[in-house]
C-alpha cells in the first residue's frame, strides 16, 4: 500500500462512479509485511482513499515468484498457500456464489449446475 497505489484506485473509483454502475467499490490490498520506507499504514491508505479497505491478502512473495517462474497462476502454483486460500475465498464472496466446485469437475457440469 502506497501513494501510486491510492492514486490507481482513486482513478479506478472515479471511472465506476463516472459510469453509474450503481455498485459499491469494494478495495482489497495486499496486507503490510515487513514496513518499506514509502509503504503506507492501512489507516493513512483508507485516509487517502477515503474509503474502507474490505479484504486483504496476505503477502507471499516466495510463491508469488515461483509462479511468475513457472507462468501460471500462484492459485496453480501453490494451491495450499494462504494467499491461494485467500483469493478462492474472495473469488466465491465476490461472485456471490455460495458453493465452491470439486476439483475434477468439468467446465460443462460447472456451466450446468450455474445454470439450475
Known amino acids: 500500500m ?24 469494494t478495495v ?11 509503504e503506507l499504514t492501512r489507516k493513512e491508505f483508507e485516509k487517502g482513499l477515503q474509503l474502507k479497505v ?8 516466495k510463491n508469488l515468484s515461483e509462479a ?3 507462468g501460471c497462476a500462484v492459485t496453480a502454483s501453490a494451491p495450499k498457500s494462504e494467499l491461494s ?17 470439486h476439483k475434477n469437475s468439468s467446465l460443462w457440469r460447472r456451466l450446468v449446475k450455474r445454470g439450475s
Open 68 to 70: 511468475a517462474k513457472s
Open 2 to 25: 502506497n501513494l501510486a497505489a491510492v492514486r490507481d484506485v482513486l482513478r479506478l473509483k472515479t471511472l465506476s462512479d463516472a459510469s453509474n454502475s450503481g455498485r459499491p467499490v
Open 28 to 38: 482489497i490490498a495486499r496486507s503490510a509485511g515487513s514496513r518499506e520506507a514509502t
Open 54 to 61: 474490505n479484504h486483504t491478502l496476505p503477502r507471499d512473495l
Open 85 to 101: 486460500k485467500a483469493i478462492g475465498g474472495l473469488a466465491i464472496e465476490l461472485s456471490g456464489r455460495s458453493e465452491t466446485f
